[in-house]
């Protein structure tokens, strides 16, 4: 196995690498060696993203739904999950669609958390955010633009959010693109409804598109 380089780079989640601690760590201190590596890991994963050496950086945020998982790249947020969504299986997917160089660095999503908390406490109506649409295609684009021009409070329906993205017939695809949002709450999918006011699908599920509705007043 000569000339095999076993080096970790900076696309490898590091923290996992380092949650059982110090190779040497004495046995009678379990807690206190798993405590140190788990500090050393988040330090090494921010330093990476503050330096440019990872292209993806991602943390865990609160919600009244449970644990998001929000990652943003340089020019910004690129994925927003729901808590049912596993984290490995974003993060793969986030791998094979934009780089595998993903770092675990909360302090790279402190403003991402912060205006998530203020929304859900009802002290903030409108996120200010750079957004990456890597993960969108054209079509989408034009759609989850328009979802995004939607002002808090009010709602547009499949066939108007249709139109506005110039497929004044494609409604059906209009909700497909919608479905397939990467960046709900902050790209308001849960504010198109279907004609005659029925809420129509949601990837977070009805139960949570009606309580972001409510919480906005448009219910």
């Not at 990456?132 to 995004?148: I, K, N, Q």
């Not at 790209?187 to 004609?195: A, D, N, T």
Request: net charge neutral.
């Amino acid at each position: 196995m000569s000339g095999q380089n076993n080096s970790k780079s900076p696309e490898v989640r590091i923290e996992e690498l380092l949650r059982r601690g110090p190779v040497h760590a004495r046995d009678d201190q379990p807690g206190k060696a798993t405590e140190a590596a788990l500090t050393a890991a988040t330090r090494l994963s921010d330093r990476l993203a503050a330096e440019g050496l990872a292209d993806v950086s991602y943390a865990q945020a609160d919600s009244p739904f449970g644990t998001l998982l929000v990652a943003a790249t340089k020019r910004g947020l690129v994925k927003l999950a729901f808590p049912e969504e596993e984290e490995d299986g974003v993060l793969a997917e986030i791998a094979l669609r934009i780089s595998p160089r993903i770092v675990q660095a909360p302090a790279q999503l402190d403003r991402t958390r912060r205006e998530l908390e203020q929304y859900f406490d009802g002290r903030r109506r409108g996120f200010e955010l750079a957004l990456d649409w890597t993960l969108v295609g054209p079509f989408g684009r034009r759609v989850l633009g328009a979802t995004a021009a939607i002002p808090y409070g009010g709602v547009l329906t499949y066939a108007e959010i249709a139109a506005e993205a110039g497929s004044p017939r494609g409604s059906r695809a209009a909700g497909n693109a919608l479905g397939a949002n990467p960046l709900p709450i902050v790209v308001p999918c849960h504010r198109v409804l279907r004609s005659g006011g029925a809420l129509g699908g949601y990837a977070g599920g009805p139960e949570r598109k009606q309580f972001l509705l409510e919480l906005e007043g448009a219910l």
